[in-house]
């Protein structure tokens, strides 16, 4: 009984103290992560954010919970989700959330992650509301944001209002302006729209007359008996492992070896400002017993070069496309809305008890054909107007087994008889115990595979020209350490861009994480890739490929003082060796302080770091904190120093966000290049930011 008092206690307390810093270091991780693999410091994912902070504020009732629900925390194993779904049926409701630590697959620190998104309650929840009610008890939001930019870049150095079809600077101001406003009611209803004027792009005049570059809104629906959810205007559709169709980013490899199954949200509305990674039109899904269903509709215009053939009686193509949504010089307004892109798909999955299957069929073509220059490394890429995707996935749990996969494959009707390609990817959860589990995946690309939107799990940017293996492992060694490996080695058949032949590659990760209390957490990772390139030795005639090596070496602390002070410490260090370079290395440090007091409205996040790289190949990203729907993950490069700071002052319905950030170079003389080209060694950053809420 002693034991069991404790352990309630100890839950109880971290529940009530460390859910803010639970929640901040999941979606850190996540976001890190996701930088590191894209290779990006631009990367809005304000949509994968959203989801954490939405059941943070509103935690899942797991007397009422379904898989899907729980899989959209990406926190869970399925094992674990069967587990907790398993006992309800066997024993009924849970009557405290401390039922929790008799699960066969949930240890105490699986019990520690979930705890600030879930809850315990006997309560229906009422879907059958009023449109008083609706509003009574919804939540409103008004996002405003500031960011100037603060060094006079080159691109601006010679704006006029006059305009000059032959100037290559920036047509508009250099600060970004950003709104959004949203209406939530629960998980159930969402209405917004977001305005976004990127740093460079005019503002009420010229090629913007109307005011901002990037508009988006919505209205969604989510709860429903038959119509399960539907949603009109910008939306993105997650299907099986992300072949066929997943308009969002998805994790890929990192520390977590569950991150490598996906779990699609079928329909989500759009709140981000990525010009480019969203569907435009109507979705609905809906259910009858155990069959549901997705339709989805989009019809929007994309960036991108078009020309005339003049063989064809000047046949109009699309030369290129551009997903940057830039719009600042006049070779970038020209490109603004170039074509216009169109999808329709169908879904239908079927599910018993822990079987699940699914099929789709989408359709994905374009106003015009696309004709874009013939290489040896692109030649089967997708050219033409027309694309046909069909897929089918599956998921399947039983004990301790969770066994998942996809096959898709595309062809276009009026292209080479039809040639397509295929892809399929295919793996295993295995949980040997609660501190123990297994992770397994194979999976397949052709290098003639294509669809507009996919996010499968691979080693490249795309689900394409692809095969490898992937084994990882979860452990917990005791109460205070855990470790967490995986190996992935992979082949790309066919060459790739400055890849001028098939190549292959490997990769190891493994993480030794100690906890020995809720207020210390350390941990060490060590990681090592090996990728081929294009020898940086090429004479121009035949273009040999050699091995990259890569190693990262990382120390991780962070430490609590009290509720108020958290101290958290990294040091990195990356070597890169190849034959046709010297070695090189880079190192970064950096010291964080976090104040959160309880009785005072503000909180205080500050960073100093110093940084020491060879060049730009060897730099090393890290998460940076900053106003809500702000991302900062800059890639620190070259030799300096930065510093930050972060002060949020919040009152009862207002929040207001100040930010400001700089790199001093020590070895630069000059920043960046082209039109982004900063005289002088310093490069700052600024946010103001507010927030109404009602």
Do not use: C
């Amino acid at each position: 009984m002693f034991r069991i008092s404790i352990l309630l206690s100890l839950l109880l307390f971290n529940k009530l103290w460390a859910q803010q810093e639970q929640k901040g270091e999941l979606i850190q991780q996540r976001i890190e992560f996701i930088s590191e693999q894209l290779q990006s410091e631009n990367l809005d994912l304000t949509n994968i954010v959203e989801q954490l902070n939405y059941y943070f504020d509103n935690p899942i009732n797991l007397n009422q919970t379904s898989a899907e629900e729980l899989n959209e925390l990406n926190l869970l194993t399925p094992i674990q989700i069967q587990d907790l779904l398993i006992h309800k049926q066997v024993f009924g409701k849970f009557i405290s959330i401390y039922e929790l630590q008799s699960l066969t697959y949930w240890d105490l620190y699986t019990i520690q992650q979930v705890l600030p998104f879930v809850r315990i309650d006997d309560r229906l929840d009422n879907l059958h509301i009023t449109f008083k009610e609706a509003i009574k008890e919804g939540k409103f939001e008004l996002f405003l944001r500031y960011q100037p930019t603060v060094e006079r870049k080159a691109g601006y150095s010679e704006l006029t209002d006059t305009l000059n079809t032959n100037s290559t600077n920036y047509l508009g101001n250099s600060d970004r302006y950003y709104s959004r406003f949203r209406y939530t009611y629960k998980n159930n209803i969402s209405v917004g729209f977001t305005a976004e004027k990127d740093a460079g792009e005019q503002f009420f005049k010229g090629a913007q007359k109307n005011g901002f570059d990037f508009y988006s809104g919505h209205v969604f629906f989510k709860g429903g008996k038959y119509l399960k959810s539907f949603v009109i205007g910008d939306y993105q559709v997650q299907i099986g492992q992300g072949l066929g169709m997943w308009s969002s980013y998805a994790f890929g490899k990192t520390a977590d070896i569950s991150t490598m199954k996906r779990n699609p949200i079928p329909i989500r509305p759009y709140t981000s400002v990525d010009e480019s990674r969203f569907l435009r039109g109507a979705a609905l899904q809906f259910g009858f017993r155990n069959l549901t269903g997705l339709l989805f509709a989009s019809s929007k215009m994309v960036d991108g070069s078009t020309g005339l053939d003049s063989i064809y009686d000047d046949l109009e193509f699309i030369s290129t496309i551009d997903l940057s949504g830039l719009h600042r010089t006049e070779k970038e307004v020209a490109r603004k809305n170039g074509f216009r892109e169109n999808q329709a798909g169908v879904n239908l999955n079927y599910g018993f008890g822990t079987f699940r299957m699914g099929g789709s069929a989408i359709y994905q073509g374009y106003d015009k054909s696309l004709i874009k220059d013939i290489r040896p490394y692109n030649q089967f890429d997708f050219r033409g107007q027309h694309n046909f995707v069909t897929s089918f996935d599956y998921s399947f749990t039983l004990k301790n087994w969770n066994i998942f996969g996809e096959y898709a494959k595309n062809f276009n009707p009026f292209q080479d008889s039809m040639r397509g390609g295929q892809a399929h990817v295919h793996g295993i959860f295995l949980s040997l115990d609660p501190n123990a589990s297994i992770g397994l995946l194979y999976r397949n690309y052709s290098k003639d595979y294509f669809s507009f939107y996919n996010a499968g799990f691979s080693e490249g940017s795309n689900t394409q020209n692809e095969k490898g293996v992937y084994a990882g492992l979860k452990l917990r060694l005791n109460k205070q350490w855990s470790l967490n490996s995986y190996l992935d080695i992979f082949t790309f058949p066919w060459m790739k861009y400055l890849v001028d032949a098939p190549s292959r590659g490997h990769e190891f990760l493994s993480q030794l994480t100690f906890k020995p209390s809720k207020t210390l957490e350390l941990y060490g990772r060590y990681r090592l890739q090996l990728r081929q390139r294009n020898s940086r030795d090429s004479d121009f005639t035949v273009t040999e490929i050699e091995d990259v090596f890569q190693q990262n070496i990382r120390f991780n602390l962070a430490y609590s003082l009290n509720e108020f002070y958290t101290f958290k410490s990294r040091f990195e260090f990356v070597q890169i060796e190849r034959p046709s370079r010297l070695r090189e290395k880079g190192i970064i440090f950096t010291q964080d302080l976090i104040y959160k007091p309880k009785s005072f409205p503000i909180d205080l996040a500050l960073r100093y770091a110093l940084f020491d790289t060879d060049s730009y190949d060897t730099r090393l990203y890290s998460f940076e904190n900053n106003a809500q729907y702000a991302f900062s993950v800059p890639a620190y490069s070259y030799q300096g120093s930065r510093a930050y700071f972060l002060i949020r002052y919040s009152l009862r319905k207002v929040d207001f966000w100040f930010r400001y950030g700089v790199f001093i170079y020590n070895n630069r003389n000059q920043i960046s290049s082209g039109l982004e080209e900063i005289e002088g060694p310093v490069k700052s950053d600024l946010i103001l930011q507010v927030r109404f809420s009602f």
